[in-house]
């Protein structure tokens, strides 16, 4: 395989968590995130690491909300081995497609302070 795109992205948990409310939450994240995040000691670091994980996305993807792209056309998934996973839907599915994405790799970490992710498409 091949990389198509690599993303990165670090967030400032403190101003991150200064800026998350109900509406942020619901306009950035699906169900099933808010659910882990929420369930979380600290949510506003799971939040900010998948916010970082979208926008690192994004990066891979070459696109982003000017191309149609929308927060929850990336979901970050907790998988039951504990790695994390990223499902795309519509716009960035169909732009993965476009260019024969085939596998998705995310790597997220956050020290309380910063929030980082990587995110590698092959194809």
């Keep these: 395989m091949r990389i198509i795109g690599v993303g990165i992205d670090i967030v400032d948990i403190g101003i991150f968590k ?17 659910e882990y995040c929420s369930s979380r000691a600290r949510p506003w670091e799971s939040y900010a690491a998948r916010f970082a994980a979208k926008e690192a996305s994004f990066k891979a993807l070459g696109v982003g909300l000017s191309s149609g792209l929308r927060w929850k056309s990336v979901e970050i998934i907790k998988e039951e081995s504990g790695a994390v996973s990223v499902k795309l839907n519509g716009k960035a599915l169909e732009h993965a497609g476009n260019l024969k994405v ?3 790799r995310l790597s997220i970490s956050h ?7 990587v995110v590698t498409m092959e194809g």
């Design 18 to 34: 200064s800026r998350l409310d109900d509406g942020m939450i619901t306009e950035l994240f699906l169900p099933g995130e808010i």
């Design 102 to 104: 085939k596998q998705i």
């Design 111 to 117: 020290s309380g302070v910063n929030a980082i992710a």
